[in-house]
């Protein structure tokens, strides 16, 4: 049985390292695009501003932007672009004129409207103003920004609105929404000098694929074109998300964001037709409306204030590939050394079975770790979200450790009785106690999880990575030291027909193209089998 203790684990050991450098090598490739998505020397039209950093919101009324914050940001996009949009003038963003003024920034002035009548006088008159002090900053004035989709205004009071505006202001003023809102509210085309119509291809009913998202937009604005004719038609929000969850088969990612947002420009300088990008810089807020992907539309980083996409260098999903690869080839080797050290205190020569099990648990965890730790980063928002996501992580690297030193030990996975229930006074070991509370952090998490798609579903983050890093492991422990006797304990079963259930659910409703839904459903449907296969050990007479 020598060959099998030690030449088979070994040959194991670098197969699952050269998979991990083999997995990280393609997942790192870089795209090559035939323009820059930001070239200082081929500006962007304009794209859209909100100042807002860290903790700082709109969503609270107080919030007030100082003078040198703003400048600090318009100072940067003039490098990069040749006007901003503005959605209001509330929070300081009524400086905005006097600063772009600065540093040759053009300026397309929004009014926010809303169903606060008060408010919206308010915002009509400090912008009329703004528009008479900076006449030659000020290019066009938007009167209201989606709130037809909204709801919050009929048609006829927008209308009334737009022409006591236009009455006013000696530019040219517009309305902003989603392009089918238009469509529904012809009336509105009269009122302005120029369609502004938002495409976002990520968001449509039916999402459109990134490499389709280009050609979607070209295909609405035509259509828009047609239905209204004789007026410009500007495309005020178009863009893509660099983080977030998958909408079918619509995948944010960094080069997604960037492959969306060159092709979009390439096709507006070929077509001569103006484009406002969303947005320049990332903004957390709206992850507290939109989830993650809400937090993610911007071509700046929120923290760091640089650019997503540096001229001249290469644009890749994982920027860190290299540090992601080795801390998953650290974490293979650990695991596997969990598995020889187990053997030196008990010494015995285990199945072939339990060795290839020990190589699928750290091939996985090893490619695996860097994506989710990724993707923890991304998509914590909040005490609650690192908390949450955190957990998972150290659940997923946890679990290969754990569970390999239980299946070389040839002990079984613990339920959560044993974890929780009443002690009869024998010791119980500390590794098996430390993989009974990562059993019961991943299967909270994954029933918390689960539940969010089937209830509340449209911002919900797809836990993939994690999930798999921990699910695998424990279900390799329970295929193959699995207990011959005992009843099935009751928590484990109602956890896996509650997630059997929801992965049967979600994956219907997110649809086949949505591999991010699939593989977290397929992680939920094995962590069912590992709780339903559980069986708790019986008391001796």
């Known amino acids: 049985m020598e060959p099998i203790s030690l030449r088979t684990p070994l040959a194991l050991l670098l197969i699952s390292l050269s998979a991990i450098a083999a997995a990280w090598w393609w997942l790192a490739t870089p795209i090559n695009l035939a323009r820059a998505p930001i070239d200082p020397n081929a500006k962007l039209l304009c794209v859209s501003y909100a100042p807002f950093r860290g903790d700082q919101t709109p969503l609270v009324p107080t919030t007030h932007i100082g003078p040198e914050q703003i400048a600090e940001d318009l100072a940067q996009l003039a490098k990069i672009s040749d006007c901003v949009r503005t959605y209001s003038i509330e929070n300081g963003l009524d400086q905005v004129p006097a600063l772009a003024a600065k540093v040759g920034l053009k300026v397309i002035q929004g009014i926010w409207l809303g169903s606060n009548r008060l408010k919206n006088l308010a915002q009509i008159s400090t912008v009329v ?14 009167v209201g920004n989606e709130v037809l989709l909204r709801g919050e205004m009929t048609t006829s009071d927008l209308v009334a609105i737009i022409r006591s505006v236009k009455a006013q202001v000696a530019v040219p003023v517009t309305y902003a929404d989603v392009w089918e809102y238009w469509l529904r509210n012809r009336e509105v085309y009269d009122a302005v000098d120029f369609v502004t119509i938002h495409i976002l291809p990520y968001w449509e009913d039916f999402p459109i694929r990134a490499k389709y998202a280009a050609i979607h ?13 004789g007026k410009e038609i500007l495309i005020g929000e178009t863009g893509w998300p660099s983080a977030g969850r998958m909408r079918e088969a619509a995948l944010p990612s960094r080069a997604n964001q960037a492959r969306v947002v060159s092709e979009i420009l390439a096709l507006a300088k070929r077509e001569n037709f103006r484009v406002n990008l969303i947005e320049a810089y990332d903004q957390p807020w709206k992850r507290q409306l939109e989830g993650t992907v809400g937090g993610y539309w911007g071509l700046i980083d929120s923290v760091r204030r640089a650019v997503k996409y540096p001229p001249g260098e290469a644009i890749t999903n994982y920027p860190f590939w290299k540090l992601q690869m080795g801390g998953g080839i650290a974490l293979a080797v650990l695991v ?34 860097g994506i989710a730790g990724d993707k923890m980063v991304y998509e914590s928002y909040g005490i609650g979200g690192w908390l949450k996501w955190g957990a998972l992580l150290a659940a997923g690297i946890a679990a290969p450790l754990l569970a390999t030193n239980a299946l070389m030990s040839g002990r079984s996975l613990p339920t959560f009785l044993e974890l929780l229930g009443p002690r009869d006074g024998s010791p119980r070991p500390l590794l098996g106690m430390l993989l009974a509370v990562v059993l019961a952090i991943t299967t909270l998490i994954g029933a918390e999880t689960a539940l969010g798609f089937v209830f509340d579903p449209r911002y919900k983050d797809f836990p993939y990575a994690a999930l798999t890093m921990a699910v695998v492991p424990l279900w390799t422990l329970m295929a193959l030291n699995r207990p011959q006797e005992g009843a099935r304990p009751i928590a484990e079963a109602v956890f896996a027909g509650l997630l059997a259930a ?7 409703n997110e649809g086949r193209d949505n591999w991010q839904s699939l593989w977290t459903c397929a992680m939920y449907f094995l962590l069912a089998i590992t709780l339903w296969r559980a069986r708790g050990v019986q008391s001796p007479k």
């Open 217 to 229: 937009v070209d295909s609405i604005r035509k259509r828009m074109a047609v239905a209204f004719p």
């Open 336 to 369: 596997f050394g969990a598995a020889w050290l187990t053997l030196r205190h008990r010494p015995w020569t285990p199945r072939p079975a339990a060795w290839v099990a020990v190589a699928i648990s750290a091939t996985s965890a090893g490619i695996l770790l």
């Open 502 to 508: 929801s992965a049967l659910y979600t994956g219907f």
């Open 129 to 142: 103003g703004l528009t008479k002090e900076y006449p030659g900053v000020i290019t066009s004035v938007v």
